[in-house]
């Protein structure tokens, strides 16, 4: 519970202000204030009651205008926003701590260090960057600074600008520095490697396999019709470009297509950037267009919409019902022409039969859908993958076409991809910053052995209790794939389960690297 206390400047006001918490045993987790007068107070929500006379006693407090119930604290809004608009730059950007750890990263900058928020955040720049020492620029006034560097082959150049803020004495701090990574080439890899920023349609799909071909030709039907539409598939696979595609052939190719991920932002936020909100609705600004107004006649794209809070849930079945919702802090209803194209990486199936995705909304989503095959399924697809990635990336690095050895794509297509083809982009690129005699060979390619696990390699004890049958085979099972996924993290991301459990069971199970 977020409130907006409007008041005149008076000693002591903002201490009655906290005594009337105290009296009613609400907890404050926060309190902000304006210098035009409005006082912000973030407590745990309260019942309606202990609401009602909470209100009631702050409003009899003298010099109190008047009070009400807000969203979103400012400093709250303010770094959403900021993180949005850090994740939408096509530029990396690093913020780095005065002892060199990293604070935040973009999602440029996971991409070009083909890495997670999780491993990135807390690590020591010089890991990332060993070649820059960047404490030198933590003694003393910095100004900015300007370097060429080098990524995995690849020139770069860096500009920190350093972080002052200013003291009791109006004496700048040093507080952090701000990294941005530019490529030297005209166009950078982190931009090239996104086609699906570009006006994406499906002759820009290639793949020789049956699977590829029925899911394009299948892709091709759904995206004339208006009825939501559902793309599963792993991490990796191409949802957004070819829900980008869908869209880009339909007739509402000329209009809007907008993205919303239903994981990257709070509930509250995502609300308002849905269905927009009221003038005066927050901090008396005026108001906000949503997306699903700002694509009017167009697509909306709900990314990985199995991650989408039960609160949403239930107001998008009533958008997909009739096309009408009503914005943040207003009474009557908007009326939009959209069409819904959402994708997840979980079995919507099994989400929904557990109670953790509404049945309702599956059932209305699913009325469409089109299922990905992971690249693991497809390996007659490596081929013209791996010729599409190495005809991006030589031109960008302004060398000749390698030739590939005779067993590289038996090789590659033994593996079993489980970033799928992101993967395989970023491995040719990879692989091409390590060319040295003109032809690729699968040492380039660093992949991890793989050996499919099959029953008849695994030892199945059948004596005892199912539960314990089923612990020794699952004991097994991890034991096997640790060796080819050597860490915690990986090994979730190979099962697709969390990162907590697997730990949890190679911990109970003592399984370790060999």
């Not at 009655?16 to 204030?33: A, P």
């Not at 982009?425 to 099959?454: C, I, K, W």
Request: hydrophobic share 40%.
């Amino acid at each position: 519970m977020r409130l907006e206390v409007l008041c005149e400047d008076r000693l002591g006001l903002t201490r009655e202000l906290l005594d009337i918490l105290v009296s009613r045993n609400i907890d404050l987790r926060g309190i902000e204030i304006d210098v035009t007068g409005i006082i912000y107070l973030n407590c745990p929500d309260i019942d309606f009651e202990t609401f009602s006379d909470l209100m009631a006693g702050i409003r009899l407090i003298p010099g109190v205008k008047d009070v009400r119930k807000i969203q979103f604290m400012p400093m709250e809004r303010h770094n959403t926003e900021l993180i949005s608009l850090l994740n939408n730059l096509p530029e990396p950007v690093l913020a780095i701590d005065l002892k060199g750890s990293i604070d935040m990263a973009n999602h440029a900058a996971l991409s070009l260090f083909n890495t997670t928020e999780a491993e990135i955040i807390g690590e020591q720049i010089s890991v990332l960057l060993p070649s820059n020492n960047l404490t030198k620029w933590a003694e003393g006034k910095v100004t900015r600074h300007r370097e060429q560097l080098v990524i995995d082959g690849l020139d770069y150049s860096m500009e920190v600008t350093p972080v002052y803020i200013p003291g009791e004495s109006n004496e700048p701090t040093l507080a952090s520095m701000v990294m941005i990574i530019r490529s030297i080439q005209g166009k950078g890899e982190f931009e090239d490697s996104l086609p699906l920023q570009h006006k994406l349609g499906f002759e820009h799909f290639v793949g020789a396999s049956n699977r590829h071909k029925t899911l394009i030709s299948q892709a091709k039907k759904l995206s004339m019709l208006d009825q939501p539409l559902l793309i599963e598939g792993e991490t990796g696979t191409g949802k957004e470009m070819l829900a980008r595609a869908c869209h880009n052939r339909s007739h509402r190719g000329s209009k809007p297509f907008l993205i919303l991920s239903c994981a990257s932002m709070p509930d509250d936020v995502a609300e308002t950037e849905l269905f927009g909100h009221a003038p005066g609705s927050f901090n008396h600004e005026s108001g906000y267009t949503g997306i699903f107004e700002q694509a009017d006649g167009g697509t909306v794209f709900l990314d990985e919409i199995g991650e989408m809070s039960p609160h949403l849930q239930i107001k998008l079945l009533r958008f997909l019902q009739d096309g009408t919702f009503r914005r943040v802090g207003e009474e009557h209803e908007v009326h939009v022409d959209v069409r819904v194209i959402a994708s997840t990486r979980h079995q919507l199936a099994t989400l929904a039969e557990s109670g953790e995705f509404r049945e309702d909304l599956f059932y209305r989503l699913n009325v469409l859908t089109l299922r990905i095959p992971p690249l693991r399924d497809r390996p007659n697809d490596i081929g013209p993958l791996l010729d599409l990635f190495l005809t991006k990336y030589v031109k960008q690095l302004g060398i000749a076409k390698p030739s590939l050895s005779e067993k590289l794509l038996e090789q590659l297509a033994e593996y079993q991809w489980p970033g799928n083809m992101r993967q395989l982009d970023n491995m040719a690129l990879r692989a091409l910053t390590e060319l040295q005699d003109g032809q690729l060979s699968v040492e380039q390619f660093h992949l991890p052995q793989y050996e499919n696990v099959s029953t008849g390699g695994l030892n199945i004890n059948l004596d005892g209790s199912l539960d314990e049958i089923m612990k020794g085979y699952e004991s097994q099972i991890l034991e096997h794939l640790y060796q080819s996924f050597p860490s915690s993290r990986k090994l979730a991301k190979r099962l697709n389960v969390s990162h907590t459990s697997i730990a949890n069971k190679l911990r109970d199970y003592g399984i370790r690297k060999n």
